[in-house]
């Protein structure tokens, strides 16, 4: 099995903003594929399929229920329970990043945190940074701010039209990931 994390703080507050991004790339791949539904559990919201096709991949997609500083929870109980052999080549973690400029995306079969407080936690819990990452590129504020504001705040009408093209150019590299491996992911996604 194949278990995709999809990153952002929990409820309708931060449901449209940037820092849920992983979300909602996570959400539209159960939406191409017809995954679903969504019910809760390993402290968060799961939904469980295969990936239709040649192959039909198990999957599941995991959207932690816990705040982003606290990823790590809901993904250490998900792998405990779940039939993931292998997660350093089995679990894809989707999150949002700053220093990647907006509309980029960048595969990675390992690495660190970059920052990010969610991919922190769960390298924490889970003893290890050798995990596969698929990072959403926000950019930076035009202006001067704090970087948790600006990922807290919405996106702007411009960027909200251009992100459907952006969720489905993700959901392409998850499904990529899940049929193909992580190296062919970041061949085929990583130049573009």
Not at 43 to 60: E, I, K, N, S, Y
Not at 155 to 177: I, K, N, Q, T, Y
Request: charged share 30%; proline share 7%.
């Amino acid at each position: 099995m194949k278990l995709i994390v999809g990153l952002g703080n929990p409820g309708p507050r931060y449901a449209r903003t940037r820092h849920n991004v992983g979300a909602r790339v996570v959400e539209r791949f159960a939406e191409r594929h017809r995954l679903g539904p969504f019910a809760e559990r390993y402290l968060g919201r799961f939904a469980r399929g295969r990936v239709p096709g040649p192959g039909g991949a198990d999957v599941g997609l995991l959207l932690p229920g816990t705040f982003m500083n606290e990823s790590g929870r809901s993904v250490v109980e998900a792998l405990r329970k779940l039939p993931v052999e292998d997660p350093s080549r089995d679990l894809l973690v989707v999150f949002d990043d700053v220093d990647l400029p907006f509309g980029r995306l960048r595969l990675r079969a390992a690495g660190g945190a970059g920052g990010h407080r969610g991919v922190e936690d769960i390298i924490r819990s889970l003893g290890t940074r050798g995990f596969p990452r698929l990072r959403v590129g926000l950019g930076r504020p035009a202006v001067p701010m704090d970087t948790a504001a600006w990922v807290l705040q919405r996106f702007s009408p411009e960027e909200e039209r251009a992100l459907s093209g952006l969720l489905d150019e993700a959901a392409a590299a998850v499904l990529c990931f899940v049929e193909e491996g992580i190296d062919e992911a970041m061949n085929r996604f990583n130049p573009r």
